[in-house]
């Protein structure tokens, strides 16, 4: 695609062809590897910044939509002794669980945008997002659980760790801090006793 003016920069070809690629509908596609590599770092990107809010924020005051108290009420109606710290994958993938998350999630179409939305969710919410502990779920399925551990304070591991850590570099810091002033407090010293000689 070429620029129209010269302030202007061009727009890739590939660039606008993945989101006009990724604005049609699921029915328009087979398993094209492409469009799935696409859905896939999208899905990556938004669990970053997920994770990321959960690390810098107490979760238990995150508002992650403007439903959220309907999300909860009703994921707890329907899922209330669902463990929700570590999650068992039979519970959301087996055919079973598929029925009784099925009319769950229809509930929240045209109330969540893109509903039904591929997004990764971690299994164990006391770890990050890697390989052995993430799985495919729809969006909405990812705000039913994710609101609930915020809530039911399952995710302030991730923060508590997060804020740990930056005490200690903080404290460490302060410790290399004093040796520093101390090594410089020694130099003055020596400085002055040399001078006496």
Same mark, same amino acid.
């Given at each position: 695609?070429?620029?129209?003016?010269?302030?202007?920069?061009?727009?890739?070809?590939?660039?606008?062809?993945?989101?006009?690629?990724?604005?049609?509908?699921?029915?328009?596609?087979?398993?094209?590897?492409?469009?799935?590599?696409?859905?896939?770092?999208?899905?990556?990107?938004?669990?970053?910044?997920?994770?990321?809010?959960?690390?810098?924020?107490?979760?238990?005051?995150?508002?992650?939509?403007?439903?959220?108290?309907?999300?909860?009420?009703?994921?707890?109606?329907?899922?209330?002794?669902?463990?929700?710290?570590?999650?068992?994958?039979?519970?959301?993938?087996?055919?079973?669980?598929?029925?009784?998350?099925?009319?769950?999630?229809?509930?929240?179409?045209?109330?969540?945008?893109?509903?039904?939305?591929?997004?990764?969710?971690?299994?164990?919410?006391?770890?990050?997002?890697?390989?052995?502990?993430?799985?495919?779920?729809?969006?909405?399925?990812?705000?039913?659980?994710?609101?609930?551990? %915020? &809530?039911?304070?399952?995710? +302030?591991?991730?923060?508590? #760790?997060?804020?740990? $850590? @930056?005490?200690? !570099? /903080?404290? %460490? &810091?302060?410790?290399?801090? +004093?040796?520093?002033?101390? #090594?410089?407090?020694? $130099? @003055?010293?020596? !400085? /002055?006793? %040399?001078?006496?000689?």
């Amino acid at each position: 695609m070429e620029a129209t003016g010269e302030t202007e920069k061009p727009v890739s070809g590939e660039l606008v062809s993945v989101a006009h690629a990724l604005s049609l509908p699921a029915e328009s596609y087979g398993n094209d590897p492409d469009i799935e590599m696409a859905w896939a770092m999208r899905a990556m990107q938004h669990a970053e910044v997920y994770y990321k809010l959960i690390s810098s924020v107490d979760p238990q005051f995150l508002k992650l939509t403007k439903v959220d108290d309907q999300i909860y009420s009703e994921f707890r109606k329907n899922f209330e002794k669902l463990r929700i710290d570590i999650l068992d994958p039979e519970e959301l993938k087996s055919v079973s669980a598929k029925e009784k998350w099925r009319p769950f999630c229809l509930k929240f179409d045209g109330v969540i945008e893109d509903f039904n939305y591929g997004t990764l969710l971690r299994l164990d919410c006391s770890q990050g997002y890697t390989e052995e502990n993430t799985i495919f779920a729809p969006r909405i399925q990812f705000f039913a659980i994710e609101i609930a551990r %915020n &809530r039911e304070g399952h995710n +302030k591991v991730v923060y508590t #760790g997060v804020q740990d $850590k @930056e005490e200690e !570099k /903080g404290a %460490n &810091r302060g410790e290399k801090e +004093k040796t520093n002033k101390g #090594g410089e407090k020694e $130099k @003055e010293a020596n !400085k /002055g006793i %040399n001078k006496h000689d």
